[in-house]
């Protein structure tokens, strides 16, 4: 059985974008960037809402260019071998490879594709996230968390949600980030 896993950037005070919509400071370098794609490897499926799954489709074109850092370039083909689910309501058709498109966010369906999947599955963005954790079918939190205090914006873990978690790992990186595994018990 498959693991889910809600993996985000997110500010020091736990936010994943600011109160303008904007998400600029939370741009890994090199060395986080690397992590980010050491903690994706087990992926084979990523759900994401539509606004998100805008943002990373990004990955679909970026250039595969000698001159581009090699952690891009991983993190590309990375995530172009990936499935992708995007829930929207709104969104036509996918812009990338490997890419379905479902109306509503289903908590069966989900757990059947973790009873399913060879390879573990990555939830991305806070509102989608936030249905996934109120059905309890997240079993990893990967947080990433930046040197930043925002003041205000979208959640990176809703409210009225109760976990209890076991650490699995913490790592510090030289810019000042720091990233916290957690399991979810029970």
Same mark, same amino acid.
């Given at each position: %059985?498959?693991r889910?896993?809600? /993996? %985000?950037?997110?500010?020091?005070?736990?936010?994943?974008e600011?109160?303008?919509?904007?998400?600029?400071?939370? !741009?890994?370098?090199?060395?986080?960037?690397?992590?980010?794609?050491?903690?994706?490897? #087990?992926?084979?499926?990523?759900?994401?809402?539509?606004? %998100?799954?805008?943002? $990373?489709?990004?990955?679909e074109?970026?250039?595969? +260019?000698?001159?581009? #850092? #090699?952690?891009f370039?991983?993190?590309?083909? =990375?995530?172009? !071998?990936?499935?992708?689910?995007?829930?929207? /309501? +709104?969104?036509?058709?996918?812009?990338?490879?490997r890419?379905?498109?479902?109306?509503?966010?289903?908590?069966?369906?989900?757990?059947?594709?973790?009873?399913? !999947?060879?390879?573990?599955?990555?939830?991305?963005?806070?509102?989608?996230?936030?249905?996934?954790?109120?059905?309890?079918?997240?079993?990893?939190? =990967? $947080?990433?968390?930046?040197?930043?205090?925002?003041?205000?914006?979208?959640?990176?873990?809703?409210d009225?949600?109760?976990?209890?978690?076991?650490?699995?790992?913490?790592?510090?990186?030289?810019?000042?980030?720091?990233?916290?595994?957690?399991?979810?018990?029970?």
């Amino acid at each position: %059985m498959a693991r889910l896993i809600y /993996s %985000m950037l997110t500010s020091l005070d736990g936010y994943t974008e600011d109160a303008e919509g904007k998400f600029g400071w939370a !741009a890994p370098d090199e060395e986080v960037h690397a992590y980010a794609n050491e903690l994706a490897l #087990p992926v084979g499926t990523y759900l994401y809402g539509r606004r %998100m799954y805008e943002t $990373m489709v990004y990955w679909e074109t970026a250039p595969d +260019t000698p001159d581009e #850092p #090699p952690v891009f370039r991983d993190w590309a083909r =990375q995530w172009r !071998a990936a499935e992708k689910v995007v829930y929207s /309501s +709104t969104l036509p058709e996918p812009r990338s490879a490997r890419t379905r498109i479902e109306r509503a966010f289903d908590p069966d369906a989900v757990r059947r594709l973790k009873a399913e !999947a060879d390879r573990d599955i990555a939830v991305a963005g806070p509102d989608l996230a936030a249905h996934a954790l109120r059905a309890g079918l997240v079993d990893e939190i =990967q $947080m990433i968390a930046f040197p930043v205090v925002v003041g205000g914006g979208k959640r990176f873990l809703p409210d009225r949600v109760r976990l209890d978690l076991n650490l699995i790992e913490s790592r510090c990186f030289g810019n000042g980030v720091a990233a916290l595994r957690y399991a979810v018990r029970g």
